[in-house]
């Protein structure tokens, strides 16, 4: 019986082992370095900065916007960052919508009631999805030397690294060093997969400024428009974070009674046990 039990926990154990061992070497495949670690985002306590969302927009909107899509986001849905109604018209009004195109979202307003002999295009409006730089991947694809820039709808969330990633990725743009070849019209990134991407470094020193004129560092526009993504990607951050802190302080308070009611049934509880005694 003993020398059975002992080969079995013998086997068991050589089983386990080479559990082990097939796992560490899965382990070492998937950590192979197609992309190097990134510091991650630092993101306060009190949760979505939203003064960083809001810059991260004018970076979008200045920036990113003239490649990237964010096509299921309308101008109104800025209102959740704190816009006003005539602020969000603003922004809107220097956009124009092109006519006619069928919105991938079916947003109605983007077809022309006029039709084709209609204006060719118009201001955008506060319901209007924000307008794509092209008007087709083919299109995309053929201003960008083959590479398609993604929309960024929901680009934060499903992007491994999610928006750390994008922080440091745009401030990853290095010389290639020696011995790495990065293909014609790509370029060198240290958090890109294979340190290799079609994406020219989009930021600037001075290209956006606060509202005070300042201009935004590298570091700063890079936080910024990573916090937008992100907020895109999820925009019921800010309500969310609202809720779980509004739960938290009420669970706090039915602790706290919880704890004083316990006290006082106790002491009143040893009142009478005292007063039999
Ligand atoms: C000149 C056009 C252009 C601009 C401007 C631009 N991008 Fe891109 N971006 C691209 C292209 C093209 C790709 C696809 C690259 C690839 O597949 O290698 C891309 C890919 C990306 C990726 C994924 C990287 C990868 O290698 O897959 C991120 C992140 C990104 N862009 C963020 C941004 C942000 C944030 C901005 C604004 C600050 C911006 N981009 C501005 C063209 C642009």
Redesign the pocket.
Known sequence: MGIRNGGRRRINRGVGLAILGIGLGVKSLWAAPAISPYPLRKDGLSGPDIASIQRGFV??DT??A???SVKYMRFDDLKALGLTDDQVKQIAGRHSIEHPTEHPAGSLSSLNPLGEAGPKSRPAGRWDYFPSPFRSEEEAKRA??G????DFSS?AAY?PGGAS??EA??QGYRPAPEGEKVPIG?YY?IY??NH?????P??QVGAIHDRDGHALSLAQ?AHD??SF?EWVAHPHLIERRQWGISATLYLIFVGVCIFLLKRRLWLLAQKSRSKEE
Request: aromatic content about 12%.
């Open positions: 970076v979008f920036v990113c003239r490649c990237h960008n030397n590479a398609l820039p993604p680009f992007w990633r994008i990725f745009l790509s990134n890109a997969k290799s991407t079609d994406m020219p989009p930021l526009q428009v990573s993504l």
